[in-house]
């Protein structure tokens, strides 16, 4: 059985850093994109940040240079550290995978970010 399971939510305040974890198991086939999306209160689900296996990386212009997205492909892990969070940052946070490269496949369950101001 697929499963995407997060770790490393919480709350902190403004300024402060959390780092998301991202575990994959009962994959038997490569992944070509892991990638984290976020969903506010009463918003969209949008993307975060996502990373092929060849580490080529993608942020939203929101984060960019402020999160930083790594993986271990060995793992099919993918973590998100997240530094200077601000209140706005506040959402869930879901881990994707996408194997082929396109849609995402498959979802984690969310791991809740909360930034106090």
């Known amino acids: 059985q697929v499963q995407l399971v997060e770790s490393g939510g919480g709350l902190v305040q403004a300024g402060g850093s959390l780092r998301l974890s991202c575990l994959g198991s009962?994959?038997?086939?490569?992944?070509?994109?892991m990638g984290w999306y976020r969903q506010a209160p009463g918003k969209q689900r949008e993307l975060v940040a996502d990373?092929?296996?060849?580490?080529?990386?993608n942020y939203a212009v929101s984060v960019k240079g402020r999160f930083t997205i790594s993986r271990d492909n060995s793992r099919n892990t993918v973590r998100l550290q997240m530094n200077s969070l601000k209140p706005e940052d506040t959402a869930v946070y879901y881990c994707?995978?996408?194997?082929?490269?396109?849609?995402?496949?498959?979802w984690g369950q969310g791991t809740r970010v909360t930034v106090s101001s």
């Open positions: 009962g994959f038997t086939f490569s992944i070509n994109v």
């Open positions: 994707g995978a996408a194997p082929g490269g396109g849609a995402i496949n498959y």
């Open positions: 990373i092929n296996r060849g580490g080529s990386t």
